[in-house]
């Protein structure tokens, strides 16, 4: 497996990107939002020289995050389908493979039409050799990740987030074995159940011993990202210092 960490996460700049990825020795970077603002805020020019910056420090980009099919866009066909060409194009400049969306991308809120447009979508990233990862996401149609037929799909995959599935109460180390085949990525997190508070990796009841186990098991190649939230809620650290205590938690657990 391969770490990644969440550009608005880990720094509020490229600087402090960069920095904290080299403080951290991590050579992935999960482009969520920059200095606050989503790609499709810069220009093609300004994205092209963030990526010369990223190479030049050795840091590759995980993984595009969209919020096609979420919140203002969910079930809007025309905004969405408008927005992931624009944001294949963005992939296609930081050399990126993934870009990650939500479900709700179809006008009519069904697995069927969902899995059309899906579809669709696929045939698009296909032209710009991207594939399209679809995240369980709370308040989305996907809640539970077995509601897909991913196997139909060449190049739509999951992302697993295992606490959108511990919201709902749902199991979420059974569920990560039953589709890990067609899992590429994932968001890994924990929490306390009892306050709902975020914490460092194994320091809440998330059970994320035994999903790294499952990865293990199945000898999976794709993406951790260590996405905490903890930054929202830690203000006596620094965002690169949080990451790094979050980290050591994982490698403990792990075999790199």
């Known amino acids: ?20 990825l080299i403080t951290n020795d991590l050579h992935y970077v999960e482009l969520r939002k920059i200095d606050n603002k989503r790609l499709t805020e810069y220009t093609y020019n300004e994205l092209d020289n963030i990526y010369k910056r990223f190479k030049k420090n050795g840091i590759r980009v995980s993984c595009i995050d969209t919020n096609i099919g979420k919140k203002e866009n969910a079930f809007d066909e025309k905004k969405n389908e408008s927005l992931i060409i624009e944001y294949l194009s963005i992939a296609k400049i930081f050399r990126c493979k993934y870009i990650r969306i939500f479900s709700d991308i179809s006008n009519i809120k069904s697995f069927d039409s969902i899995e059309r447009k899906l579809g669709k979508y696929s045939s698009l990233a296909k032209e710009y050799g991207i594939v399209v990862l679809v995240e369980n996401e709370k308040n989305t149609m996907l809640i539970n990740p077995v509601q897909i037929n991913w196997a139909q799909f060449d190049n739509i995959k999951l992302l697993f987030d295992n606490e959108n599935c511990e919201y709902y109460n749902l199991d979420s180390v059974q569920i990560l074995q039953e589709v890990t085949a067609n899992v590429r990525y994932i968001h890994l997190r924990d929490c306390c159940r009892k306050t709902g508070q975020y914490t460092y990796l194994t320091k809440g009841d998330l059970r994320i011993q035994e999903l790294v186990n499952v990865l293990h098991t199945n000898k999976f190649k794709g993406f951790v990202c260590l996405e905490s939230l903890l930054p929202l809620y830690i203000h006596d650290k620094s965002k690169s210092e949080i990451l790094a205590d979050n980290l050591q938690y994982l490698l403990k657990l792990v075999n790199l």
């Open 1 to 20: 497996m391969k770490l990644t960490a969440i550009s608005d996460e880990i720094g509020n700049n490229v600087n402090e990107i960069i920095d904290a």
